[in-house]
């Protein structure tokens, strides 16, 4: 099974920060690799797809990078509504894990 | 609008099983996988499982084999997740989600692109 480790496990930050989290996957996994954010009591909702693939009515300030087994997710800018928890997610091969999440905590 | 719908909250006892339903629409029932995500309390999110509606092929995480099955009903788009010998470990919000893809440089990529709203599973004595 692939390992998804992602890194920090939490981070404080301000709003209009610059904020990178990183994903690393325990072999390669090509771009086979997907972000979501989560709030608190909701479903998770799909960020980016395939590495760098911006989903339909994401802000933009959202990007994905990487490729192989390391990758990073980045908001350019932190906005108030982007305090939640990310999470990586592999679709390389079956059983499709996550990473354990990163919660953005405001500072 | 593409939607996801998941039944009610259950509340279980130790041993028994429990079976929640994913029911869909807005889109072509057959075309998309379905997974199942669990999260329990205070954790991050597990996969557990997927369906092909059109085939009726399943594959399940290692960690469920023998104690999940997955099942459809195509007349009526549904989905159903049953997990069986449930204990307070099983204690979570259950979510479906639609197995989205795209073609790119040859490739086929696949995303979980619609979640239904979760399902809460509380097992107790």
């Known amino acids: 099974d692939i390992q998804m480790t992602q890194s920090p496990s939490s981070l404080s930050a301000s709003v209009g920060d610059r904020v990178t989290i990183t994903c690393r996957a325990s072999?390669?996994?090509?771009?086979?690799l997907n972000w979501y954010q989560q709030k608190p009591g909701k479903a998770p909702n799909l960020l980016i797809y395939?590495?760098?693939g911006l989903q339909s009515g994401v802000p933009s300030r959202f990007s994905g990078s990487g490729s192989g087994s390391y990758f990073t997710l980045t908001i350019s800018s932190l906005q108030p509504e982007d305090f939640a928890t990310y999470y990586c997610?592999?679709?390389?091969?079956?059983?499709?894990?996550f990473g354990q999440g990163t919660k953005l905590e405001i500072k | 609008q593409v939607q996801l719908v998941q039944s009610g909250a259950e509340v279980k006892k130790p041993g028994a099983s429990v079976k929640v339903s994913c029911k869909a629409s807005g889109y072509t029932f057959s075309t998309y996988y379905i997974h199942w995500v669990r999260q329990a309390p205070g954790q991050g999110l597990e996969w557990m499982a997927i369906?092909?509606?059109?085939?009726?092929?399943?594959t399940y995480a290692q960690k469920f084999q023998g104690r999940v099955t997955m099942t459809r009903d195509t007349s009526t788009s549904t989905v159903y997740m049953e997990l069986s010998s449930l204990t307070s470990d099983d204690t979570a919000v259950y979510y479906c989600?639609?197995?989205?893809?795209?073609?790119?440089?040859?490739?086929?990529?696949?995303?979980?692109?619609?979640w239904g709203k979760g399902t809460t599973v509380t097992v107790s004595s």
């Open positions: 997610q592999q679709s390389y091969s079956t059983p499709y894990s």
């Open positions: 395939s590495a760098s």
């Open positions: 369906i092909n509606p059109s085939a009726v092929t399943t």
């Open positions: 989600a639609r197995d989205a893809f795209m073609v790119r440089g040859g490739r086929t990529y696949y995303y979980m692109d619609v």
């Open positions: 072999q390669s996994i090509s771009s086979y």
